[in-house]
């Protein structure tokens, strides 16, 4: 094994000590109003990331840790969707550009997806890090013989992202919704799914997005015993199964959504407490949101935000 | 002889106002002065003789180096302190010398013990203040003969910082691998600045450096690279990961809000720096009345942080007061604090308000028996009476276990409760993988962990010397 140089360039609690610049951001694009896709140096990360895992990051040294779906990992870099949601994301999105270099980087975290030959293989998607897994995994499922199909699901046109990532090219069979019709099928991807069942065309279901359509996704496939796997986004910390931030009942049972996952049964998940629990921090997160909306209007002199 | 000097010259500490507005360190140790006082009161027992050096795991001459502060010669002190511990100024501050060296000390017999943690501690500060330590590590780094062999080794806590600066100064080329984008592992993310400032722990990895030590932060071994793929690459591995998972207690309400383990509540606060929330990004909160459960260091430090958030704090153990198996300073300065202690309380159930924050804790009280357990403590029963408690903040501190991640390696042997087996050369399973500190040990102490990177590093040597000859 080759072990590549050192991305810890803040190695002893100091940012650049070594001099070499690493984590560095390559690409940064618009995928929708709120969404955009970032492309950042990690080879350590990139060469052993699987579908079904992701990555920590942290911005800068007074940053949080930031755990992010990956939508790919090529060539030593880590693509990801991420969607202008707080003062992380935002700040992101504005004060970081190409060249800029983020302060860690970790992973890959959590389990991957077993990928093996299980027949159709459906990934739907309806927010951003489904997007970004639903493209992964389906390339990964297409390599190893089954038919893909993909469902993206998107509030109207205008949200729908650039062709080139959308995850049409990695699928057999591609659907594309939105949530007015303005493009593509009316409705969300339950509604395709239950097109797609009645047809027998089912042998496995795989989604990423938002957790309340995730939890309809279960009852839908629960009485025809379709086995249904899905991301559970819980708040974590350290993202290494050393907190329990991320906990969840599963089964009956604690488990660590960071170790254990993120891609669960979702028949055996206890959905109502894994909604709640990602509102956990709300009100402290709105006022850095605010606080930090304040200073980036504050600095250009106008609404940016 | 001179006559003993029965009570130990204080150390000066921050007044307890003060205190509980700020995580500043509470304990400001030994001047020059007060410390050649106090280096005065011991009696210098003879070295076959001294009980402390016996009590201390990692066995310091500690005589040696108290006649040195007598003297006023701090580098021979260091010099001597070094030969078995190159993290003075951390153990000196943490360790639970009440058992070990203090514990022992003969003039504990007829007074208080010589004050040895914070002797230990002044010697490490003042050579780090005056240069000193610096000194002593250039003559180090001169005796450095470089060896053929390269070790990795997983974690960065008190294990795997000692395996590392040991290897190093063997001639070794050394590289940590650390999950955390910090190194440091439970000093950095578990004790709080108040008890261990972090400027402390920089230094001595600034060391390592210094000794050719690389650390690659950001890699979780497992998952960014395997144990195998580790054993490929280099002549041995130290595995030093400790024991992080925390327990948790799968009770009715157990997923409400506002119920941490302490040791995501210790992280958001020390690692993340949420105690300077909004400046800092990591959230954390805390409302107006928190209970913590257990009564260990990690329960002493999640509590006293609490406090120092802005609420009122009650410690819930479900044992006796005497079983508490935290330092005896941390509790004597939680009490001065005014967290306050309730006893012979066991959980079993949190009880959560509409909307789903935890707003009570109902507990069954125990009684003890007359019976000890393994560990010599007194066992407890159920009597069938219960209490509730309010609290809108609760911290979950009863223990923990090794994490998963390494210890479900190919070929690693794991005993039942999580740990990994070793043999008496700290080799597990898997030959050239060495493994020490909480890893092996469950919940430790800094100083085991310390001794154990110590000797794993002695037997890495032996191993590769052997490899060698063969
Ligand atoms: C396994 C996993 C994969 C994810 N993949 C993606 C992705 O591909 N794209 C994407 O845009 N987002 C993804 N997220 C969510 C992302 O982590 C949050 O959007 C981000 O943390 C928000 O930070 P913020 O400061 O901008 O917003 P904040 O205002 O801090 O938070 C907004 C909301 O994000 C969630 N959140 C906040 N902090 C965390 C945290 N530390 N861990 C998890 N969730 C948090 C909470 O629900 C919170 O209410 C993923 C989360 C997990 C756990
Ligand atoms: C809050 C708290 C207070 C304490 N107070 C005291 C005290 O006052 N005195 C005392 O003597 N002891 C105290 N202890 C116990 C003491 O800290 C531990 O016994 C000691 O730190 C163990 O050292 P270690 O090197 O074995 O592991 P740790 O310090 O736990 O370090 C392990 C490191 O390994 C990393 N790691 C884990 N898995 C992986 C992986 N797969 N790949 C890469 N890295 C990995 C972790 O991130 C961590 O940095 C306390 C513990 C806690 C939690
Ligand atoms: S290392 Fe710990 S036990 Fe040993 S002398 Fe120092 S304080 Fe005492
Ligand atoms: S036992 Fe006490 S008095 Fe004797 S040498 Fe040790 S510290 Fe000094
Ligand atoms: S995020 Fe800490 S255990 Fe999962």
Redesign the pocket.
Known sequence: MQIEITPSVKNLGQKNLGGVVMYRITDKKDLSPIDYFIEVEAPHVAKAWKPGQFVIFITHEKGERIPMSVYKAEDGKIGMFIRKLGKTTLELYHEFDVGDTLWSITGPLGKAIEVKDYGNVVFASDAVCGHAENHATLKAMKEAGNYTISIQSFEDKENVYPEKFLAKSVADEYYLTTQDGSMGIKGDFLDVIKGLIENDKVDIIFAGGNLGTLAQLAELTRPYGIPTITTIRQIMVDG?G?CGSCRILYDGKIRFACRDGPMFDAHKVDWEDVIRRGKRFLELEKRARERYLQRLNEKHGKEVF | MAKIIKERIPTPERSVDERVKSFAEVNLGYTFELAQKEAARCIQCPYDFAPCIKGCPVHINIPAFISKIKEGDIKEALRIIWNDNTLPAITGR???QEDQCEGACVVGKVGTAVNIGKLERFVADYAREQGIDKELLEEELKKIEPKDGKIAI???????LTAAGELAKMGYKVTI????HLP????IY??PEFRLPKEILKVELEKLKKLGVEVKTD????RTVTLEELCEEYDAVFI?????TPKLLNLPGILLDRIYS?NEF?TRVNLMKAYQFPEYDTPIGVGKKTIVIGAG??AM?AARSALRLGSDVTIAYRRGKEDMTA?IEEIHHAEEEGVKFEFFLNPVEFIGNENHKVKAVKFEKMKPLEEKDKRGKRKIVGTGEYVTLEADTVIIAIG?EP?K??TESKGLKVNPNGTLVVDETLMTSIPGVFAG???IRG?????L?MGDGKRAAESIHRYIESKKGA
């Open positions: 290494t050393m | 943490v360790c639970p997983v974690g960065s806590g008190p294990a795997g691998f650390e999950a955390l440091g592992g439970v000093l578990g004790i890699y979780l071994v497992g030093g990961t400790g024991a992080g302490a210790l260091n990690t430090d330092r923990l994490n991640i390494i500190g909480d890893a919940e430790a102490t800094v100083i962990a």
